[in-house]
Protein backbone atom coordinates (compact mmCIF):
# COMPACT_ATOMS: atom_id res chain seq x y z
CA UNK A 1 0.00 0.00 0.00
CA UNK A 2 1.22 3.39 -0.78
CA UNK A 3 2.08 6.05 1.89
CA UNK A 4 -1.47 7.73 0.91
CA UNK A 5 -4.08 5.60 1.94
CA UNK A 6 -8.21 5.42 0.45
CA UNK A 7 -10.59 6.73 1.86
CA UNK A 8 -13.10 5.26 0.06
CA UNK A 9 -14.17 8.58 -2.03
CA UNK A 10 -14.05 7.94 -5.92
CA UNK A 11 -13.00 11.28 -6.32
CA UNK A 12 -9.79 11.05 -4.88
CA UNK A 13 -8.60 8.07 -7.29
CA UNK A 14 -10.19 8.45 -11.22
CA UNK A 15 -10.54 5.48 -12.91
CA UNK A 16 -8.90 4.73 -16.20
CA UNK A 17 -12.66 4.82 -17.52
CA UNK A 18 -13.14 8.29 -16.04
CA UNK A 19 -9.58 9.58 -17.97
CA UNK A 20 -10.75 7.86 -20.89
CA UNK A 21 -14.18 9.17 -21.02
CA UNK A 22 -13.30 12.69 -20.09
CA UNK A 23 -10.94 12.41 -23.12
CA UNK A 24 -13.65 11.71 -25.28
CA UNK A 25 -15.88 14.38 -24.19
CA UNK A 26 -13.14 16.92 -24.84
CA UNK A 27 -13.54 15.98 -29.47
CA UNK A 28 -15.04 18.24 -31.39
CA UNK A 29 -18.36 18.51 -32.41
CA UNK A 30 -19.51 18.98 -35.64
CA UNK A 31 -20.81 22.39 -36.58
CA UNK A 32 -24.19 23.59 -34.63
CA UNK A 33 -24.36 20.59 -32.98
CA UNK A 34 -24.51 20.55 -29.30
CA UNK A 35 -21.72 18.99 -27.20
CA UNK A 36 -22.41 16.46 -24.80
CA UNK A 37 -20.25 17.52 -21.44
CA UNK A 38 -20.60 15.96 -17.86
CA UNK A 39 -21.05 18.27 -14.55
CA UNK A 40 -17.18 16.87 -13.46
CA UNK A 41 -15.40 17.51 -16.71
CA UNK A 42 -17.39 21.47 -17.08
CA UNK A 43 -16.04 21.72 -13.70
CA UNK A 44 -12.12 20.06 -14.30
CA UNK A 45 -12.07 22.63 -17.96
CA UNK A 46 -14.33 25.10 -17.20
CA UNK A 47 -12.25 27.78 -19.53
CA UNK A 48 -11.82 25.27 -22.37
CA UNK A 49 -15.46 25.01 -22.65
CA UNK A 50 -16.38 28.29 -22.40
CA UNK A 51 -13.66 29.30 -24.98
CA UNK A 52 -15.68 26.51 -26.94
CA UNK A 53 -18.95 28.65 -26.33
CA UNK A 54 -17.31 31.93 -26.97
CA UNK A 55 -16.70 30.70 -30.62
CA UNK A 56 -20.40 29.42 -31.23
CA UNK A 57 -20.57 25.90 -29.85
CA UNK A 58 -23.92 25.31 -27.42
CA UNK A 59 -22.95 22.30 -24.71
CA UNK A 60 -25.34 20.31 -22.81
CA UNK A 61 -24.60 19.70 -19.03
CA UNK A 62 -25.56 16.39 -17.95
CA UNK A 63 -25.53 15.10 -14.27
CA UNK A 64 -25.51 10.96 -14.78
CA UNK A 65 -25.76 11.28 -18.52
CA UNK A 66 -29.07 12.77 -18.29
CA UNK A 67 -28.99 16.41 -19.80
CA UNK A 68 -29.88 19.24 -17.20
CA UNK A 69 -29.03 22.42 -19.17
CA UNK A 70 -27.33 24.06 -21.91
CA UNK A 71 -24.90 26.77 -22.60
CA UNK A 72 -25.68 28.56 -25.70
CA UNK A 73 -23.59 31.38 -27.26
CA UNK A 74 -24.85 34.88 -25.71
CA UNK A 75 -27.28 36.56 -28.89
CA UNK A 76 -28.24 32.90 -30.29
CA UNK A 77 -31.88 31.31 -29.36
CA UNK A 78 -32.30 27.43 -28.77
CA UNK A 79 -34.46 28.16 -32.28
CA UNK A 80 -31.45 29.02 -33.69
CA UNK A 81 -29.58 25.99 -32.07
CA UNK A 82 -31.87 23.86 -33.58
CA UNK A 83 -31.60 24.68 -37.03
CA UNK A 84 -28.02 24.80 -36.70
CA UNK A 85 -27.89 21.38 -35.33
CA UNK A 86 -30.48 20.15 -38.32
CA UNK A 87 -27.84 21.79 -40.72
CA UNK A 88 -30.72 24.37 -41.90
CA UNK A 89 -27.74 27.21 -40.73
CA UNK A 90 -24.50 28.05 -39.93
CA UNK A 91 -23.55 29.69 -36.37
CA UNK A 92 -20.86 32.37 -36.82
CA UNK A 93 -17.59 31.47 -35.24
CA UNK A 94 -14.96 33.82 -33.77
CA UNK A 95 -12.78 35.29 -37.09
CA UNK A 96 -9.52 34.61 -37.72
CA UNK A 97 -6.26 35.76 -36.93
CA UNK A 98 -4.24 37.56 -34.17
CA UNK A 99 -6.74 40.65 -32.92
CA UNK A 100 -3.37 42.32 -33.06
CA UNK A 101 -2.81 42.05 -36.59
CA UNK A 102 -6.03 43.47 -37.31
CA UNK A 103 -6.26 46.81 -39.30
CA UNK A 104 -7.10 50.05 -36.72
CA UNK A 105 -9.91 52.19 -37.54
CA UNK A 106 -9.92 55.65 -36.69
CA UNK A 107 -12.39 56.88 -34.28
CA UNK A 108 -13.22 60.41 -33.32
CA UNK A 109 -14.39 60.84 -29.80
CA UNK A 110 -14.29 58.52 -27.34
CA UNK A 111 -16.15 55.64 -25.13
CA UNK A 112 -18.52 58.19 -23.73
CA UNK A 113 -19.77 59.56 -27.37
CA UNK A 114 -20.10 56.08 -28.66
CA UNK A 115 -22.22 55.42 -25.70
CA UNK A 116 -24.45 58.45 -26.43
CA UNK A 117 -24.49 57.65 -30.02
CA UNK A 118 -25.65 54.14 -29.41
CA UNK A 119 -28.73 55.59 -26.62
CA UNK A 120 -29.47 57.76 -29.63
CA UNK A 121 -28.58 61.04 -28.34
CA UNK A 122 -27.11 63.65 -30.55
CA UNK A 123 -23.24 63.87 -30.97
CA UNK A 124 -22.09 67.99 -30.41
Same mark, same amino acid.
Given at each position: ??? &??????? /????????????????????? $???? #? *??? &?????? !????? %? %?????????????? &?? @??? @?? =????? !?? !??? #??? &? $? @?????? #? =?????? /???? *???? $????? !???????? %? #? =?
Amino acid at each position: MSA &RSYNGYM /SEMKSATTRTRGAAARTEAPA $GAAR #L *VGV &RELRDH !LSEYL %Q %QVRAGTPLTVTEHG &RP @IAT @IV =PRGFS !LE !LLD #LAA &R $G @IVTLPG #L =PKGDPS /SWPR *VPVD $GGTDD !LVDWAKGE %Q #L =P
